[in-house]
């Protein structure tokens, strides 16, 4: 049996993770007037400051040795450091543009796309119920492409670059302390060479002490969310983890309605109830499925 202590704590970690990411709708618009790139640069210097102090904190620097002889592992971290960019990058500009719901929708369908790279990718066999699931979202996407006018670019951009990061993530299985300084590394460069050719139209420090703070503030709402959240995973079933993802789009969602009064016809509200029944549908088969993982015949087995 689980140690129960341990695992409400593992809970409380991973409310506390997704919470606040979930409120990051609140924080990017504090940083106006920098612009989206400026934040997303800032966003990469000051995790990386952020991190290395927890590993000094930690003292933790042993696994540096053995994954600079593992180039493969190397490769994959650049790749995810290359799509989580996009993915900040466009969620920053989809908040402080007047797009949170439209944000919140990408992570809504990420499961539903986790589910699809399982397909195409890793030759996954899906059950029935994930693919009514699949059902749903596609088309959820198809009534609100009709709704915008457009595809729902936004949504669709974070959604398949959280999917393409967490599955470069899973291959390199690297500690998520640990990836989050490689990845913070490899664009540490890139990130340092946009904000010297800023100059004047730089906001760091020409905007007050406050504005700067809050910059430099990026990195550690960046790195302590993920910091929670490894703690979580490591207490509590990937079944619970996989439940409380959904905390962090909610609370986008509503930040985008209730917060920055973003518009929300009835052809958006259908759509949305449309994705909402594909994650209910999706939800229902992972407990399922689970259940099934502990049922009296496994237990009977490990008895015998």
Known sequence: MEDMP??????????????????????????????????????????????????AVWRHWGWIRPLLRQPRKIGLLALAAAVITVNWGVYIYAVNTGHVVESALGYFIGPLVNVLFGVVLL?????????VAVGFGTLAVVVLTVDYGRPPWIALVLAFSFGLYGLF?????????????????????????????????????????????????????????????TAAAIRVPLSTVGLLQYIAPVLQFLCGVLVAHEVMPASRWIGFSIVWLALAVFAYDSIRANQRARSPRTLDHVVT
């Open 123 to 131: 030759k996954e066999r899906l059950r029935r119920t994930q693919w």
């Open 169 to 229: 993530k899973k291959q390199a299985n690297v500690g998520a302390t640990e990836s989050l300084t490689v990845e913070n590394l490899v664009l540490l460069v890139p990130a340092l060479i946009y904000l010297g050719t800023l100059g004047e139209a730089s906001t760091f420090g020409r905007e007050g002490v406050a504005h700067a703070l809050l910059l430099v503030g990026a990195g550690v709402v960046t790195a302590v969310p993920l910091l929670l959240f």
């Open 6 to 55: 341990d695992l409400r704590r593992g809970v409380l970690f991973g409310v506390a993770a997704y919470v606040i990411w979930g409120l990051f709708p609140l924080y990017w618009p504090l940083l106006k007037p920098a612009g989206a790139v400026e934040i997303l640069a800032h966003r990469m210097v000051w995790s990386l400051v952020a991190v290395v102090v927890v590993l």
